[in-house]
């Protein structure tokens, strides 16, 4: 985290016992906040967002992070960005939430918090000086893999789990930090701690849109169904083709361990339409309801 100058015209706020409801509000000291001073940028025939963030001097994360539709890092020649002073992130305040509580959370001092968002009490939005801005995984609406009536076809619905029986969780989708390199990267599926060679079983019906090796994923199966997909990594075999129809439950491969992976699990993804292409949401709620059902006909 960059240092962040505190001009010495500021108003002294012990941050200790800062309360945003008992400073002085004093206009004549405080600068205008930060997001209504943003200069804005028309992106001329060549320039990327890297290059108008050097311009600047900023990082691009913060190009991202105040201008939602660069997001995807491109940029369209005539398009205007909006351009702050300097590196940080807009953040939406939640209800009743103190500057201190947003300062203890981005690691900012909640003064400076307050001073370049121009000492305002209650403002919406702040910009988070110094604050790297990253994206959020792609949240979706969860379609529910088992009708709410299932407990009447409770044979016929056993199937949608990707495994023969509920395995342990061992890396949970979304955003991770490599201890290591302090890169962030994001997981874009959930690992099933299973054994080498458990059966792999498709989670509904659907037509394998591909199946065979895939980079990283190792041996891979991709089954679109009606209105999402699913994805199937680092198996150890594969029994299906591409263009194959699949019905729920059958055994489409084996646990392995091909492709980056450290050891014998299932990589399970759910994968939606979007503008962009195919998104990724945490499976984690699926397979949760579909280990207790699981676990229900066991036990009954
Ligand atoms: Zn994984």
Redesign the pocket.
């Known amino acids: 985290m960059p240092a962040i100058a505190v001009s010495n015209t500021s108003p002294a706020i012990n941050e200790n016992t800062f309360d945003p409801n008992g400073v002085d509000n004093d206009g004549g000291i405080c600068a205008t906040p930060v997001l209504e001073s943003l200069k804005s940028h028309r992106v001329k025939s060549g320039e990327t967002l890297a290059s108008i963030a050097k311009t600047y001097n900023l990082t691009t994360a913060t190009l991202m992070g105040l201008n939602p539709k660069n997001r995807d890092r491109t940029v369209k020649v005539g398009q205007i960005l909006k351009i702050p002073p300097l590196d940080g992130l807009a953040y939406q305040v939640k209800n009743l939430e103190t500057y201190k509580a947003i300062a203890d959370k981005y690691r900012v001092r909640p003064d400076v918090i307050f001073e370049f968002n121009g000492c305002q009490n209650r403002p919406k939005t702040v910009f988070i000086p110094g604050a790297v801005w990253k994206p959020d995984p792609i949240i979706a609406k969860i379609i529910p893999l088992i009708p709410p009536n299932f407990k009447e076809n409770l044979i016929i619905q056993t199937g949608g789990y990707p495994l023969p029986y509920p395995v342990p969780v061992t ?1 949970n989708y979304g955003w991770r930090n490599n201890p290591v390199t302090g890169q962030w990267s994001f ?1 874009s ?3 099933l701690g299973a054994a080498m060679g458990t059966p792999v079983l498709a989670a509904k019906t659907g037509r394998v849109e591909f199946a065979g090796w895939e980079g990283g994923y190792g041996n891979f199966i991709e089954i679109i169904h009606t209105s999402f997909g699913t994805r199937y ?1 680092h198996l150890s075999q594969i029994f299906v083709t591409s263009g194959q129809r699949v019905v729920k439950g059958q055994q489409i491969g084996r646990v392995g361990s091909t492709g980056r992976s450290t050891g014998p ?1 299932l ?1 399970f993804e759910v994968i939606v339409p979007s503008a962009q292409g195919w998104a990724t949401l945490d499976p984690a709620s699926y397979l949760i309801r579909l280990a207790v059902v699981i676990g229900e006909i066991v036990v009954g």
């Open positions: 890396s997981h599926g959930i690992d990594a699990h990589h």
